[in-house]
T-cell receptor, first 110, second 113 residues
Framework: GQQLNQSPQSMFIQEGEDVSMNCTSSSIFNTWLWYKQDPGEGPVLLIA?????ELTSNGRLTAQFGITRKDSFLNISASIPSDVGIYFC??????????FGTGTSLTVIP | EPEVTQTPSHQVTQMGQEVILRCVPISNHLYFYWYRQILGQKVEFLVSFYNNEISEKSEIFDDQFSVERPDGSNFTLKIRSTKLEDSAMYFC???????????FGSGTRLTVV
């Protein structure tokens, strides 16, 4: 299957700090999605991106669809304890198939 | 808010037994999917289903797996003879391409002993 490399694998940050994570692929995708997963729960969609260069915000979250269509970035500003969880990127190819990244585990220290 | 419903939330089964995981996708969605997530690992694609047939499947989805949409609302994943390595969270998802992303269910935790 297609590989999505997500980094960093884990982050430990102080409450109030900003967070950045990214996802890169060897293939071009038509859609990039960012999900958050809490323990024991299914992934929940945070942001969807549909065009190269697109920058979209959802509250304190901002994500960008890379110009090359092979990468995407997620930023979280002013982190709070409830931001804790695993964040996954996912890319959709022309075959309407989604591939998930390896996840970034975020820990926010109060 | 429409949601994808999965049952049971947790199933324990003996190795070699058959299991059926059930999902009720969002009613107006046309594409259905099964994913699995082994503890601590990423979400892995198993199979996609559209127009009453499998549209794509991964190398994980071997002959032990099958999917079915027995009626207008349910979407099931059957594992014929479970192995220890089948222990994982199994997520159902559905989508309407015009809306973009998937909606995931909350998962079924399958434990094979």
């Amino acid at each position: 299957g297609q590989q999505l490399n997500q980094s960093p694998q884990s982050m430990f940050i102080q409450e109030g700090e900003d967070v950045s994570m990214n996802c890169t692929s060897s293939s071009i995708f038509n859609t990039w999605l960012w999900y958050k997963q809490d323990p024991g729960e299914g992934p929940v969609l945070l942001i969807a991106l549909y065009k190269a260069g697109e920058l979209t915000s959802n509250g304190r979250l901002t994500a960008q669809f890379g110009i090359t269509r092979k990468d995407s970035f997620l930023n979280i500003s002013a982190s709070i304890p409830s931001d804790v969880g695993i964040y996954f990127c996912a890319g959709r190819n022309t075959g309407n198939q989604f591939y998930f990244g390896t996840g970034t585990s975020l820990t926010v220290i109060p | 808010e429409p949601e994808v419903t999965q049952t049971p939330s947790h199933q324990v089964t003996q190795m070699g037994q058959e299991v059926i995981l059930r999902c009720v996708p969002i009613s107006n969605h046309l594409y259905f999917y099964w994913y699995r997530q082994i503890l601590g690992q990423k979400v892995e694609f198993l199979v996609s289903f559209y127009n009453n047939e499998i549209s794509e499947k991964s190398e994980i989805f071997d002959d032990q797996f099958s999917v079915e949409r027995p009626d207008g609302s349910n979407f099931t994943l059957k594992i014929r003879s479970t192995k220890l390595e089948d222990s994982a969270m199994y997520f159902c998802a559905s989508s309407d391409p015009s809306e973009g992303g998937y909606t995931f269910g909350s998962g079924t935790r399958l434990t094979v002993v």
